[in-house]
């Protein structure tokens, strides 16, 4: 895989996730058998900085030279929405309430 730019486990340890900065793909392997599951197609030209929900049902993927970041639904390993971020969108986290 050329361009191997971040990577992120799934907090429920069955994914890796990896993006690429020279497609617009995100990579994802099951931890399990060590091999490629799917790419799926982000839309754009090239992605950065991923987050995984605590649930690991969705990952945000910055797609830096498109401006926005993609939304994944792990469950249907596809796009479900794209959120408008401005000028090169990278790093990402993830916030949760406090309790």
């Known amino acids: 895989m050329q361009?191997?730019?971040r990577l992120k486990f799934?907090?429920?340890g069955k994914w890796v996730l990896v993006s690429s900065l020279r497609?617009?793909?995100l990579t994802v392997f099951d931890v399990a058998t060590?091999?490629?599951s799917k790419r799926v197609p982000l839309g754009g030209r090239g992605a950065a900085g991923i987050v995984v929900q605590p649930d690991s049902a969705r990952a945000y993927v910055a797609c830096s030279?498109?401006?926005y970041v993609a939304v994944v639904d792990l469950a249907t390993m596809?796009?479900?929405s794209k959120i408008p971020a401005g000028t090169e969108p990278d790093g990402l986290a993830w916030?949760?309430?406090p309790r």
Request: glycine share 24%; net charge negative; charged share 25%.
């Open 95 to 97: 916030v949760g309430a």
């Open 34 to 36: 060590r091999t490629e």
């Open 65 to 67: 030279p498109d401006g």
């Open 10 to 12: 799934t907090p429920d």
């Open 23 to 25: 497609g617009g793909d």
């Open 78 to 80: 596809s796009v479900v």
């Open 3 to 5: 361009g191997a730019n």
